[in-house]
């Protein structure tokens, strides 16, 4: 191989060879970095809430008229409301919960187990009925779910009596880490309320302040004049199309208040917009520079070729062939990828450096940096390849001319 | 001489069609793309209240009461309804206000269904303080927060909706059970973040309603926000009237601001603060050891990370996009430039001076720069609307990003430069060749 010759030349065009080895060193960086924060944002969008997200309507129910003011006539409308939603066709089952999945919203609260100090667990908590689990899709995985009496029982309940609560594997590890959680007493962090454990969740995810996978259920009505009502409803099918006929239902049963309903999977999309559009962004921003850095090859190649159109005669009629001439080409070029790519390396890590100091993100991985330095490697190989190939064809005869 | 460099420009871009279509569209991506992503950067980060986030503070204590305390380090972001209360009482400042969002019914004046809103509480110095514009009337007074007077301010669309659009000061509108007297309708107003919201929703619209503060015991209006609570009820609480049951809650749902317009005011009113607070200890609160913030708007933003880092990660990413086409510009100027080294030294034989050569160069790169810059331009409007697809008001909103004079000044100012940048190296080259080693292999 003809190294030597090939170096020299290169010396002899430190212009170009500068420009590309500048560029690629810069792509390479942005690229690896552009590929981490996208690995990165990826990881979360990928977590599964362990709910049936796909086939669940959320419906939230605020009153207006006078009448509705008054709590009894509320409670009783909460147990038309669960009886109504769930006649209509094609509901699979119905809960009425406090929860609110995927809308960074609800209630977080600290619990202990009584008689300890220090630090208590933060965790959401949420009303619910005994449909709850059946409407998210959760099973209890250990202990029973709510009774229709506790439910109804909850709200009125007062506080020195012990209520039972439904756990998060989560919480229920954070509480007893040595297990066995199921039939053991929590407290709130004052220790004015107490409840037991009756029953474990194993699937729970619902970002919301950094409480994302513990939560505890307590069997409760929940309905106000001020906050209104919410339900979960779970469909047998695409939930869009039964939208409009459980609001008819619901303003059936009473029409003094607003009735508003989403699918969780719009709830989820609004929730992972941003992240999603960051990823689309950086999918961009990649794909462009890459193809600007790919012209910018085939451009300074191209010049190269054609200035170098004689001495590629003079080669040709001293008894080069074609694939040596491709060769030359494709081999000065990958020297000068190379070099590029090294500097990329570097650039890579010290621009990550100043990303993940003075912004936020991760650290870089080796696969993340080995991947772009490759996928550079071979962009490179191939824009030199088309200019090349018409350096190849250039006739041994012009050599002759002009001398 | 200028027209005469502009037409040899143009006849060179018609001698290297596709090179010069492939220098366009470098520019063009490399403007796009960073001003698509400056834009967003700068859109989230320029002062939310040109002129005054010197002065706005935020003030934070710590009046959470349990031994279990998750704010050792930073206070929380709200205050408790009572101590609002007494803060507002403090002349220090020039100007202070309290508030929080809630939420309500409003009955609209011709019986129609009512729809529910968002209302923000808040006290009449609110308006001059985040320099609010209005269309009709004004804020309440003083005098009004103080009785308290039964008097809204709304915005330009609630007013669009109820009242056509017509001047609606002293009309009344129903919000839950008490009649309101309009004093005021906004301009429309959208600013994109919302420098009184920064702690709940910094990036959400203004509320459609604004109440006097004082309105919330009487109205029993709740927040709709978030809010945080350490202590339980105690018995017998929960059966007072609300108004009394805020005073003696420890719930905490307040934002609370001073204008404080020179240093020597800030150092009185935190001073004030803690003075407050210490007080306050003697009655059995603050357990905590003293730990009050007085924060001016761009430190809290900054605190609170309004600008995501993600956006800031991108911004700077989009500026190194730009400098990757530059480099590119310049390998494709030195190749068409040093193509045409003999017409040049046919040129040069001929008298033409270096400099003139030079400037001949230079201006066909500042031309491509140009007419990149506006195509890049363009391009960052289709990428703003995009990004508009996830942050704008909905479907018929306002689009959240939009390019503003400043921005599009500095993408003319970035093409030049890119353009010069490109251009300097190739255009040197090309005057520095000898005339007479073009002219000899003619």
Request: glycine share 8%; hydrophobic share 45%.
């Amino acid at each position: 191989m003809e190294f030597g010759p090939i170096f020299r030349s290169l010396l002899r065009s430190r212009a170009r060879v500068i420009l590309i080895v500048a560029e690629v060193a810069l792509t390479l960086a942005i690229v690896a970095n552009c590929l981490s924060l996208i690995l990165d944002t990826r990881a979360q969008l990928a977590r599964p809430s362990g709910f049936d997200d796909e086939h669940l309507i959320a419906i939230q129910t605020n009153p207006f008229d006078d009448r509705l003011r008054d709590q009894k006539v509320l409670d009783r409308l909460v147990d038309q409301d669960r009886r109504t939603l769930a006649t209509v066709a094609g509901v699979r089952a119905v809960s009425h919960t406090g929860l609110r999945p995927w809308e960074r919203s609800g209630n977080i609260t600290a619990v202990r187990v009584p008689g300890t100090h220090g630090e208590p667990a933060r965790t959401q908590s949420a009303e619910a009925d005994p449909g709850l689990f059946d409407t998210l899709g959760i099973p209890i995985v250990q202990g029973r779910g709510f009774t229709e009496a506790e439910y109804d029982h909850g709200a009125d309940a007062p506080l020195s009596e012990v209520q039972p609560v439904v756990v998060s594997r989560a919480l229920a590890d954070a509480l007893y880490p040595n297990g066995g959680a199921l039939g053991k007493p929590v407290a709130d962090a004052e220790e004015t309320q107490r409840f037991t454990i009756v029953g474990i969740v194993d699937r729970f995810y619902n970002p919301f302040g950094n409480t994302s996978e513990k939560v505890m259920f307590q069997p409760a009505r929940s309905v106000g004049f001020d906050f209104g009502s919410r339900y979960l409803v779970r469909t047998q099918g695409n939930p869009a199309p039964l939208m409009p006929q459980l609001e008819k239902a619901l303003l059936g049963v009473e029409k003094g208040r607003f009735v508003q309903l989403r699918t969780l999977v719009d709830s989820r999309d609004e929730f992972h917009g941003r992240d999603r559009l960051l990823v689309a962004s950086l999918n961009a921003v990649m794909a462009l520079l890459v193809l600007v850095t790919a012209l910018g090859i085939v451009g300074l190649t191209s010049f190269s070729v054609a200035e170098r159109q004689r001495q590629i005669g003079t080669r040709r009629a001293l008894g080069a062939d074609r694939l040596a001439i491709v060769r030359h080409f494709l081999l000065e070029n990958w020297m000068v990828t190379s070099f590029g790519v090294v500097l990329g390396v570097l650039l890579a890590y010290g621009l990550n450096f100043g990303i993940v100091t003075w912004v936020a993100g991760a650290k870089l991985s080796l696969a993340t940096v080995a991947a772009g330095a490759l996928a550079l490697w071979t962009i490179g190989l191939g824009a030199a390849l088309g200019p090349a190939l018409r350096g190849a064809r250039v006739p041994p005869a012009i050599a002759t001319r002009n001398v | 001489m200028l027209l005469y460099n502009l037409r040899l420009a143009w006849k060179s871009v018609r001698r290297y069609p596709v090179l010069s279509a492939l220098i366009l569209l470098g520019i063009a991506l490399g403007v796009g793309v960073s001003t698509t992503f400056i834009t967003a950067y700068h859109v989230l980060a320029r002062d939310p209240v040109p002129g005054k986030s010197g002065s706005l503070h935020y003030v934070r204590m710590n009046s959470w009461g349990v031994a279990d305390d998750p704010f050792r380090q930073t206070p929380p972001p709200l205050i408790t309804w009572r101590d609002a209360q007494e803060l507002l009482k403090s002349r220090v400042p020039a100007r202070s206000t309290a508030t929080f969002a809630s939420r309500g019914t409003v009955f609209p004046p011709d019986g129609t269904r009512p729809s529910r809103q968002s209302l923000r509480l808040v006290t009449a110095d609110f308006f001059p303080m985040f320099d609010v514009p209005f269309r009709y009337g004004g804020p309440w007074s003083r005098e009004a927060d103080a009785r308290p007077e039964t008097v809204a301010v709304i915005s330009s669309a609630l007013n669009d909706r109820l009242f056509g659009g017509a001047n609606s000061v002293g009309r009344t509108i129903r919000i839950e059970k008490t009649e309101l007297k309009i004093v005021g309708v906004l301009a429309p107003w959208r600013p994109r973040v919302r420098a009184y919201a920064l702690v709940s929703d910094p990036l959400g619209a203004p509320e459609p309603v604004f109440l006097p503060l004082a309105l919330t015991g009487p109205m029993e209006l709740r927040p709709a926000e978030f809010q945080m609570s350490w202590r339980t009820p105690a018995p017998g609480e929960e059966k007072l009237p609300y108004a009394s049951r805020l005073l003696v809650n420890e719930v905490l749902f307040v934002g609370f601001w001073a204008e404080l317009p020179n240093p020597e005011s800030v150092r009185a009113y935190r001073s004030f603060v803690d003075a407050y607070v210490t007080e306050q200890k003697k009655h059995g609160r603050f357990p905590h050891p003293l730990n009050n913030r007085v924060t001016s708007v761009l430190d809290l933003m900054a605190e609170l990370k309004v600008v995501p880092p993600q956006t800031k990660a991108l911004a700077v990413i989009s500026l190194l996009f730009l400098v990757v086409a530059a480099l590119n510009l310049i390998g494709l100027f030195l190749g068409t430039v040093l193509a045409r080294a003999s017409t040049v030294g046919v040129r040069r034989a001929l008298g033409a001076s270096r400099w003139t050569i030079f400037v001949q160069h230079l201006v066909e790169c500042e031309l491509m720069g140009l007419a990149g810059g506006i195509l890049g331009v363009l391009l960052s409007l289709a990428g703003l609307a995009v990004l508009n697809r996830v942050y704008g008001d909905g479907p018929k909103g306002v689009a959240f990003f939009q390019l503003d004079v400043p921005m599009v000044l500095a993408a003319v100012v970035l093409s030049l430069l890119a353009g010069a940048i490109a251009g300097l190296y190739p255009a040197w080259r090309i005057c520095a060749i000898p005339p007479a080693r073009h002219l000899k292999s003619q």
